[in-house]
């Protein structure tokens, strides 16, 4: 073996072994400088830092390519129309009666039947229910008997006083058929005195009979309104929405409320009887027997207080019925509650009843309505879609209007703005009809949206408010 080939292996294999410290002296002159030696450890630190750099180069090419080209922004165009701007107010409610009445006896006692049923149309005056009316017939068959005795005693005085009137009429004739100068003239004058002396008394005594008379009547009379109590009757005519009873259970009465929906935008109640006494019943406010009067409907909404200031009596209104959608209303606003109402979240709105034109037989009292109030109108007006104009302050804004030279760039020009709704906006000055405007899609618009959207789709306009 040749003994250097044997030294260089052993020299090489040293270079390579991390932990030695021994260095190999070789026959090379003096002058060559001494080289420092790597061992493993060192070269995959060499390498790990390389690949780190050449990370960190990739991601910066990735994501801060600064030859990348920006995206294309995506134009269209909108042209100024002749056409018509309506402005509205939303809100939601619920189908709501003409009137609705909550029956009652006005007296308590044991209901012995009812006489219809939920979903019936009654008339007015029409029999609803009735209660046990012995009390009542006892105290009127008392009454009645009380009369009865008051109307003979006025009878026999009234007899009475009509004979003493025809013996002084008698004893007058006989008075004046006496000769003054014979014996029976003074007997006969002292006749006619004696009938005429009777008589005040006695037509005394048919004035007391007569009051008599008509106090006894007055008790039958309330007496019989008492009886008439025992039996319920409708105050208007209607649809019976709820009973709340049966028969055989006690009511405490209480009388009848009745509500209208037009009465300052909320239901507003009158009670027309009496309390009355008995067992623990169902309770007065709801009535035994419920009748609403749906000969007109109405929706009673909510306006939110941001929006009530532009919310009038006679407005037109639309209904949509929230179950189905295809359904739509006609009506105007009716009333509008002076006072404020406040939910559970403290939301602030003002009860505004709608009054609905021509209601499908198909909408129930309670369903849910999407009311849309018009507010304002506009027609005949320079209009453009509202995504198509850029609101710098309340009535004004800015456009990109295009040239008809070829390969001329858009110019941004000032306009004024007017009413705003359903998507359009009005121009009210610095643009005329057949005006073509530029407009430039959003880097965010959302899925369907062309150009003019944010991320949401929508053109950014809210309630017909224009900024």
């Not at 018509?84 to 039947?113: L, R």
């Not at 004046?176 to 029976?184: L, N």
């Not at 009413?419 to 369907?448: C, H």
Request: some cysteine.
């Amino acid at each position: 073996m040749d003994i250097h080939a044997s030294f260089d292996a052993e020299e090489a294999l040293d270079s390579l072994d991390p932990v030695s410290t021994d260095t190999v002296e070789t026959e090379a002159p003096l002058s060559r400088a001494r080289r420092p030696r790597l061992g493993r450890k060192g070269w995959i630190g060499i390498g790990s830092v390389a690949a780190a750099v050449l990370l960190i180069a990739c991601l910066i090419v990735l994501f801060a390519n600064p030859f990348a080209q920006a995206p294309a922004v995506k134009t269209s165009s909108a042209t100024v129309e002749t056409g018509t701007v309506t402005t509205t107010v939303s809100a939601k409610g619920a189908i709501s009666a003409a009137a609705t009445s909550n029956v009652s006896f006005a007296n308590g006692g044991t209901i012995t039947g009812i006489s219809v049923a939920v979903g019936q149309t009654v008339a007015a005056g029409q029999d609803l229910a009735t209660i046990d009316p012995a009390d009542a017939d006892r105290a009127l068959a008392k009454a009645q008997s009380a009369l009865s005795a008051a109307e003979t005693a006025l009878s026999n005085l009234r007899s009475a006083y009509a004979s003493a009137r025809d013996a002084l009429a008698d004893a007058r004739a006989t008075l004046a058929a006496t000769p003054t100068d014979s014996a029976e003239y003074a007997t006969a004058a002292a006749s006619v005195r004696d009938q005429q002396s009777s008589l005040p008394s006695k037509d005394n005594d048919v004035v007391s009979a007569v009051k008599t008379r008509d106090d006894a009547a007055r008790d039958v009379d309330a007496a019989q309104a008492e009886r008439d109590k025992t039996v319920l009757k409708a105050p208007i005519a209607g649809i019976v929405t709820a009973i709340n009873g049966t028969v055989g259970s006690v009511t405490a009465g209480g009388g009848t409320s009745n509500a209208s929906a037009t009465a300052s935008g909320s239901a507003s109640g009158s009670s027309d009887g009496s309390s009355g006494s008995g067992g623990p019943t169902s309770s007065t406010s709801s009535g035994l027997i419920t009748i609403s009067d749906v000969s007109t409907l109405f929706v009673s909404a909510s306006v939110p207080e941001a929006d009530v200031h532009n919310v009038a009596v006679t407005q037109p209104a639309t209904v949509t019925m929230a179950g189905d959608t295809s359904v739509v209303i006609a009506g105007s606003v009716v009333s509008i509650a002076p006072t404020p109402q406040t939910n559970s979240s403290g939301v602030v709105s003002y009860a505004t009843m709608i009054q609905l034109t021509t209601p499908p037989p198909t909408v129930k009292l309670g369903e849910t309505g999407l009311v849309s109030i018009v507010t304002a109108t506009a027609t005949d007006v320079p209009t453009l879609p509202s995504y198509a104009v850029t609101l710098t302050a309340p009535g004004e804004g800015t456009v990109m209007l295009t040239t008809k030279k070829n390969g001329a760039k858009a110019k941004q020009v000032d306009v004024k703005t007017g009413l705003t709704g359903d998507g359009v906006i009005e121009i009210t000055d610095g643009l005329l009809p057949g005006d073509v405007v530029q407009v430039v899609a959003q880097p965010d618009a959302g899925p369907g949206c062309d150009v003019g959207c944010g991320s949401d789709g929508s053109d950014g306009s809210e309630n017909g408010e224009g900024f």
